[in-house]
């Protein structure tokens, strides 16, 4: 279903390498979420924009960046400098007032 | 510093049985908590949250601010109510959110 889309859904990256992975939704939320899933573990908080041109920092924004240029976009960059960029990243959107949060199918990255 | 809880990975009951899945948070303000569901294949989604004070699927959770837990409770287990279950906390000072790292429930025949 719509709502949250996230590409590629598989990703490969080189050392040293940059990567974008795209988070585009068109349910006119406010607030967006990246977030990192390692086997084994809960969702880790990276970044969190609650509205357009600011975000914050997760637990764990070493190594990634982003930007909020647009209400329906949120892509994260995972950098040279993020050591260990192997994991599945989730997107999610969520409505102004602490609503739920609508997630996309992830990204998968791995290191080549 | 906020933190969620979910002491059990996995939980295994059988068809018909009671089951509760625990979460604990710590966190300072007055939080939104949120238990959301993952069945096999699909996407992370929504169960309920301790606001709306209903019972989805016949799932309710009950805030208990002396305890800091929001236990998620069910009288009579299914076979589809196996899924990964976590349990979520919102800072309403910040709009920070924060995942426990969920628990696997396998409903046995």
């Known amino acids: 279903d719509g709502g949250i889309t996230q590409s590629p859904k598989y990703l490969f990256r080189k050392e040293g390498q940059n990567v974008t992975l795209s988070c585009e939704q068109n349910l006119n939320h406010d607030a967006m979420y990246w977030y990192r899933q390692d086997p084994g573990q809960g969702l880790r908080l990276i970044y969190y924009s609650q509205i357009v041109n600011d975000f914050q920092k997760g637990d764990i924004a070493e190594g990634y960046s982003v930007s909020r240029e647009k209400k329906e976009s949120f892509p994260l960059t995972v950098t040279s400098a993020q050591k260990n960029p192997t994991a599945f990243y989730l997107c999610?959107?969520?409505?102004?007032?602490?609503?739920?949060?609508?997630f996309g199918d992830g990204t998968r990255l791995s290191i080549l | 510093a906020q933190r969620v809880t979910q002491p059990e990975k996995l939980l295994s009951v059988f068809k018909g049985a009671p089951v509760e899945l625990k979460c604990n948070y710590s966190?300072?303000?007055?939080?939104?908590l949120f238990w959301y569901v993952q069945y096999s294949r699909q996407r992370l989604q929504l169960l309920l949250r301790h606001i709306s004070r209903e019972s989805i699927k016949g799932f309710t959770a009950d805030l208990n601010k002396g305890e800091t837990s929001f236990h998620l409770k069910k009288p009579f287990a299914q076979e589809e109510d196996s899924a990964m279950y976590y349990c979520a906390l919102i800072a309403t000072n910040a709009g920070k959110s924060t995942f426990g790292d969920g628990t696997t429930l396998t409903v046995k025949p």
């Open positions: 999610a959107s969520s409505g102004q007032g602490y609503q739920p949060q609508h």
């Open positions: 966190y300072s303000g007055s939080p939104e």
